[in-house]
């Protein structure tokens, strides 16, 4: 008999969920842009991916919350932290991985693993956004660049320049001092990105870098990043194949073994899950 697990992972910016099966393949997923109102927006989320499955919420056996905005999904069965789930998800999907950079909207982190994928050390950068895809988002808004559009434009570089800021603020000054210098936007692109992609090593460098290493998060959806990034270690960086959901993956496969675990010592999981329909009326 198939059983289905979920995860929801809760970011700053994008909210994921990822229903699997048995085999932690996954079924379905769904990924939404994080709004201010965390139980709305999971409540409507895991609707939206039941729906895409075809399945209701009693046919999940197992739902994990992780994520910043974790703590306000009720109808969650646990809480586990990012860094668990991440881990996880990364090992599920490339075993070999040893250090995992994930780049998110309002942080970054990295995750050294063994070769069980157990974690074996973690840290995240403070509230700096220059580590993470909110300086991109600030910077391509400064230069009047898509977002999307700022990876590519980066590898068109001639003379990348230097940005040395490494504060967001100061940095956006910089930007636009050397813009109106006539320094080519292809070449300042190019330089906040490796600005990016060096304070991104220096702080993952304290857990020592160890290869494989996979980049997860909306960062490594950036070619631009993803290049700096190898060009700064020196060796290829693997990406999975939707690294936004490495997250809930996660979280899902977590589930997956709780219930196995529980049912091996003949244990009925404690939990009181609260129906969507009842989700719904929270603010």
Known sequence: MTQFYSGI????????VVIADNEGAITTSVISATGPEHRKLANRVMEEALSSAGLRLDDIAFIIATGYGRINVPFADKQVTEISCHAK????????????????GQDCKGIKL?????????????KCAAGAGRFLELMADTLGIKLE?????????KNEAVISSTCTVFAEQ???????EGVPMADLVAGIHRSIAVRIVGLVNRIKIEHEVVLTGGGAKNIGLVKALETKLGMTVKIPPEPLLTGALGAAIL?????????????????????LQEAKFFE
Not at 9 to 16: P, R
Not at 260 to 267: F, L, S, T
Request: aromatic residues 2%.
């Open 174 to 180: 910089e930007v636009i001092t050397r813009l109106a």
């Open 89 to 104: 998800g990364v090992h599920t999907q490339i075993p070999g991985a040893r250090t995992v950079i994930d780049v998110g």
């Open 255 to 275: 589930a997956k073994e709780a219930v196995q675990e529980a049912a091996e010592k003949g244990i009925t999981l404690p939990f009181n899950r609260q129906p």
């Open 114 to 126: 063994n070769s069980k994928g157990r974690i074996m050390d973690f840290v995240m950068n403070d």
């Open 149 to 157: 559009e700022i990876g590519k434009l980066s590898l068109t570089a």
């Open 9 to 16: 992972d809760i970011g700053s910016t994008m909210t994921k």
